[in-house]
């Protein structure tokens, strides 16, 4: 049973494309997360969304726009793809405001 | 200054060795902290909470000096299964606010 599962797990495509990455955690949790893996390994916030309103939009492109149908899911679109949105795009969820975040098992991507 | 500050390393240390990282954070009102593990092509996965007092799980042990906003994780009897990055996590004022994540420092175990 897994608790935070994102799709696709791998996805390689060209530039200027359009791509979805969807996020689903049955944990009940109220907030969750996309955060972006760069090839240095460090993790930062992209977004997060609290029972289905965004609460943190970091300093992103607005090529990206997440979209929350339910506090269950959590999807990223990202329009136009670039070389350098190559990375790893790890979603999470935590149940409240001092607990810790779980995480999904990550979806690489790789724009060519 | 970054947020939170890890030494990147890599530690590179025999099976049974102890060690030690060591994270330093900027917001004095950060309010929780934790080390997570993140294996390689893994995700993150919590390690440890952190809590005022120290606190010790097995052979992991973890302080908080609030005061130098310093956090430390402490590994006895190293084993080659710990090899891995170790990421040191803040929550810099509460509320629905991100979690920061340093990043990490790399650890290899070797026979």
């Known amino acids: 049973d897994t608790a935070v599962s994102q799709t696709p797990k791998y996805l390689v495509t060209q530039m200027g494309n359009d791509k979805s990455i969807k996020c689903e955690q049955n944990?009940?949790?109220?907030?969750m997360y996309w955060y972006k893996q760069d090839s240095k390994k460090f993790l930062k916030i992209m977004f997060s969304?609290?029972?289905?309103?965004?609460?943190i939009n970091e300093t992103v492109p607005n090529r990206f726009s997440p979209k929350s149908p339910d506090k269950a899911h959590l999807n990223l679109h990202i329009n136009s793809l670039e070389l350098g949105d190559s990375a790893v795009y790890f979603c999470?969820?935590?149940?409240?405001?001092?607990?810790?975040?779980?995480f999904g098992e990550g979806s690489w991507l790789t724009v060519v | 200054r970054k947020e939170v500050e890890q030494d990147p390393g890599p530690f590179n240390v025999p099976e049974g060795a102890t060690v030690a990282f060591n994270c330093t954070y900027s917001n004095s009102a950060s309010q929780s902290f934790f080390w997570y593990r993140q294996d390689c092509r893994k995700e993150p996965k919590l390690l440890m909470s952190?809590?005022?007092s120290g606190n010790e799980d097995g052979r992991f042990t973890a302080q908080l000096n609030r005061a130098s906003q310093y956090i430390s994780l402490l590994i006895r009897d190293s084993k080659l299964s710990d090899s891995a990055t170790y990421l040191c996590?803040?929550?810099?004022?509460?509320?629905?606010?991100?979690?920061?994540f340093g990043a990490g420092t790399r650890l290899a175990v070797h026979p």
């Open positions: 969304y609290n029972n289905k309103e965004l609460i």
């Open positions: 996590v803040v929550n810099p004022s509460g509320g629905y606010n991100k979690l920061i």
């Open positions: 999470a969820s935590r149940p409240g405001t001092l607990d810790t975040i779980y």
């Open positions: 952190v809590y005022s």
């Open positions: 944990l009940g949790h109220d907030t």
